[in-house]
Nanobody, 118 residues
Framework: QVQLVESGGGLVQPGGSLRLSCAASGSINVIAMGWYRQALGRQRELVASIISGGLTNYADSVKGRFTISRDNAKNTVSLQMNSLKPEDTAVYYC?????????????WGQGTQVTVSS
């Protein structure tokens, strides 16, 4: 069974940094991985994603502050978050997209809380 394990969340002061990591285990042909977040009272939104070839995509709100990276062989993805702001506070979810028989399916981690507060 596919499982995504996340780590790295926590409490940090504004301007600080955190690094989130996620590993996909099980038999899975991952073509893309990414991070989503959902703040209280807000819609879930894409934070950053990366495909196997290395192409990345970032939400405008995190460009220049967050960096996503991936180890294709290990099916892991990390999110380096710098210059954190209170508005970054949210539950962050790891996502892995699998390509099988001409279609894709998504798997999700359990979520990890990131709180940016003084």
């Amino acid at each position: 069974q596919v499982q995504l394990v996340e780590s790295g969340g926590g409490l940090v002061q504004p301007g600080g940094s955190l690094r989130l990591s996620c590993a996909a285990s099980g038999s899975i042909n991952v073509i893309a991985m990414g991070w989503y977040r959902q703040a209280l009272g807000r819609q879930r939104e894409l934070v950053a994603s990366i495909i196997s070839g290395g192409l990345t995509n970032y939400a405008d709100s995190v460009k220049g502050r967050f960096t996503i990276s991936r180890d294709n062989a290990k099916n892991t993805v990390s999110l380096q978050m710098n210059s954190l702001k209170p508005e970054d506070t949210a539950v962050y979810y790891c996502n892995a997209r699998e390509w099988v028989r001409g279609s894709s399916r998504d798997y999700w981690g359990q979520g990890t809380q990131v709180t940016v507060s003084s």
